[in-house]
């Protein structure tokens, strides 16, 4: 596009033309920017709402996590309390003299065990046949040792069956249900958990079982306290499925009444295929998100302590059953948050649309009066460019030409001894920090001073760019050769072993020792010999200077030994 002659139509024809100028920057610029910025408040958008969901969902594990820590910490400490009241002095005493001793001996610490800690609806002592020998009830704060003509006989109850078997220091936590009274259902309902495990006598005898019924109302209270008590929709089901505690008092205890009907997999046959499949997970339906995870009533209890569980008699932990903890998080609840960050995001959107409009009306309008001046500056920029990008490329080169003369001996054309010691403060570093090896060649000419002497400088200066011709034409690409004083030369061989090293000095030697220069006179030519010195990096070594320092060393030794020869520190 000519701009010149745009600047000129633009400034004789219309405002029309003008306009038209105009509309068609602002096109160009608002269109792709709206475009982008919709697609980020879209991109906004759904990154809030999965990070609402995903705090969602962390909050509801954590909360259900927190709840089953706290149902197991119930049991344990009600495991220990029953191995308190079984092991008691008096007690041991009472069941292995029991017919001598009056039964008020062991209710007094059992009364006073029940009034203190308040959390068992009754605390019993049954003997081999079943039969209830003492029987401790809470009687809601004030308890009491039930009278002898008021004791039961539960041999036929499942929970005795199974204690009984149980052997010496194992524990059997019953199935959450409620309990019964004279083959009836207390009413009004009153939910245990019963834990029991065998007593003996002094002298080894069996004499039954000590059992502790658990307040199941109190359990299911501090289980909705610790999952939180904002969560309504908070459950706990048994194995088969049953309310513990569930959405309404007339669905729990389905079990016990005989109403298969009120079950989750009846109700909920989607929840129930899923927390049937695995022990914990979270999964979204109609109703919401719902978060789930097991506990084992039966394993858990002992799970810190050194007492067994057992539900089967043969000293057997069991995770045969258990529980589900169960949060629903309604739909509406948590897509709220997402509505209002929707209405914010939509907000800021319109806010952000209307001002993007305005600037980008103005910025075309500016850009065309822009287009106007630029061309009257153009070439006089152009040619500053050029000036300027003439001036850049000298001083580029001057820069690299002064590098090189920094860092080059400027008679050999090889490293100088400042270059040296940098490039080989690298290499030693890298092979410290990553454990690798290197080798150093110290090499000096032999009799050098002699060639200075006998055939000028001049030859000298000859000499020696033969001999690092020699050198750079038997080092590896990767080796860093240089010039570190008048006749010496040193060589860094990265990742190199010492016994490596002594192949390429080997090569060196010989190489400088087939050197042949020619004399004035030419039927003579000058040769010469080299004697060089190895060392290689030591752990105990700190800087480079302490390996060339023992490179040096074999220097001298190599010349104290005739000259000509390679020696190895």
């Known amino acids: 596009m000519d701009l010149n002659q745009n600047s000129i139509e633009i400034n004789k024809d219309s405002s029309g033309n003008y306009f038209r100028f105009v509309l068609n920057k602002f096109l160009l610029l608002f269109l792709p920017t709206a475009i982008i ?14 990070a609402d969901l ?40 009472f069941i292995s003299e029991h017919k001598n001793l009056n039964t008020k001996v062991a209710e007094s610490h059992w009364l006073t065990f029940s009034k203190t800690h308040q959390r068992y609806h009754q605390i019993r002592w049954l003997d081999v046949e079943g039969i209830e020998r003492i029987r401790i009830n809470y009687n809601q704060g004030n308890p009491t040792a039930v009278s002898k003509e008021q004791l039961q006989n539960k041999s036929h109850r499942y929970y005795f069956k199974k204690a009984i078997k149980s052997n010496q220091g194992e524990f059997y936590v019953s199935p959450f249900d ?103 997970g979270q999964f979204e339906d109609d109703y919401g998100l719902w978060t789930f995870s097991t506990i084992y009533p039966e394993f858990d209890a002992q799970k810190n302590g050194t007492n067994t569980i057992v539900t089967n008699g043969r000293g057997q932990q069991s995770k045969a059953y258990f529980w589900k903890a169960i949060t629903l998080s309604p739909k509406e609840n948590y897509l709220l948050s997402t509505k209002n960050t929707s209405i914010n995001i939509l907000i800021i959107l319109s806010i ?17 009066k822009q287009k106007i001046a630029e061309d009257d500056v153009r070439d006089i920029n152009e040619g500053l460019e050029n000036t300027v990008a003439q001036r850049t490329n000298e001083l580029k080169q001057a820069i690299s030409q002064a590098e090189l003369l920094a860092n ?19 290499i030693h570093e890298q092979s410290q920090r990553y454990h690798h090896a290197y080798t150093i060649i110290m090499l000096d000419l032999d009799h050098f001073k002699t060639v200075n002497d006998s055939y000028g400088h ?112």
């Open 54 to 93: 995903l705090r969602t969902r962390y909050a509801e594990a954590a909360s259900v996590q927190v709840g089953i820590e706290g149902l197991e910490q119930i049991l344990q400490s009600s495991v220990e309390d029953l191995a308190y009241l079984s092991s008691q002095n008096e007690f041991i005493q």
């Open 178 to 280: 409620l309990n019964i009274e004279r083959e009836k259902i207390e009413q009004p309902v009153n939910p245990v958990i019963r834990i029991a495990t065998p007593v003996f006598d002094r002298q080894g005898n069996r004499q039954g079982i000590v059992i502790i019924n658990y307040f199941g109302n109190s359990l299911l209270t501090k289980f909705i306290h610790y999952m939180g008590n904002d969560h309504v929709n908070t459950w706990l089901i048994n194995k088969e499925g049953y309310w513990l505690k569930g959405p309404s008092p007339e669905l729990e205890w389905g079990f016990m009444y005989q109403r298969p009907e009120a079950n989750v997999a009846h109700h909920y046959p989607l929840l129930w295929q899923h927390i049937n499949a695995k022990e914990k």
């Open 352 to 368: 952000l649309l209307v001002f993007l409009l305005i600037g980008c009306w103005l910025l075309s309008q500016a850009w065309v």
């Open 408 to 426: 080059t001996d400027a008679l050999t054309g090889m490293n100088n001894r400042r270059s040296f010691f940098s490039l080989g403060n690298t």
């Open 458 to 569: 001049q030859m000298g200066d000859i000499a020696l760019k033969a001999t690092s011709t020699a050198i750079e034409h038997e080092m590896r690409s990767s080796d860093v050769a240089g010039r570190i004083g008048g006749e010496e030369f040193a060589i860094i061989l990265p990742e190199t072993s010492i016994q490596n090293g002594l192949d390429l000095a080997e090569r060196i030697r010989c190489a400088i020792a087939n050197i042949c220069i020619p004399l004035e006179d030419k039927r003579k030519m000058l040769k010469f010999t080299t004697s060089l010195g190895l060392s290689e990096l030591k752990k105990e070594d700190n800087s480079l200077d302490d390996v060339l320092y023992r490179a040096d060393e074999a220097l001298y030794q190599a010349k104290n030994k005739g000259r000509n020869k390679i020696f190895k520190l």
């Open 37 to 50: 910025t919709i697609a980020s408040a879209l991109y906004i958008y759904q990154s809030e709402v999965n």
